[in-house]
């Protein structure tokens, strides 16, 4: 089992950053990769980033590239989500999330929040 809680949410401006933070723990060994999806009212919920545990190696949605860095400690009981040049369209409920290739685990859920 393994156990994920997000944080660094809230309101911002359009143009601003924040950024999101989730702390794992549990069977953390067993994770090939970490990441975060958002789902926003009336839509379904998507991936933002990912990064796997061994190399760091990260993929991006297309609406985030060049915006949001995903990073994660050499531990990998942290994984981050730095935010920048935020605009209104990124309003969503975040979700840290992880996997093992056979279990996904899913974080609580961090409101970001967009608005002038």
């Known amino acids: 089992q393994v156990y994920l809680v997000e944080s660094g949410g809230g309101l911002v401006q359009p143009g601003g950053s924040l950024r999101l933070s989730c702390a794992a723990s549990?069977?953390?060994?067993?994770?090939?990769?970490m990441g975060w999806y958002r789902q926003a009212p009336g839509k379904e919920r998507e991936l933002v980033a990912s990064i796997t545990t061994s190399s760091g190696s990260t993929n991006y949605a297309d609406s985030v590239k060049g915006r949001f860095t995903i990073s994660r400690d050499n531990a990998n009981t942290m994984v981050y989500l730095q935010m920048n040049n935020l605009k209104p369209e990124d309003t969503a409920v975040y979700y840290c999330?992880?996997?093992?290739?056979?279990?996904?685990?899913w974080g609580q859920g961090t409101q970001v929040t967009v608005s002038s």
């Open positions: 999330t992880s996997t093992d290739g056979l279990l996904d685990y």
């Open positions: 549990g069977s953390i060994r067993s994770l090939n990769a």
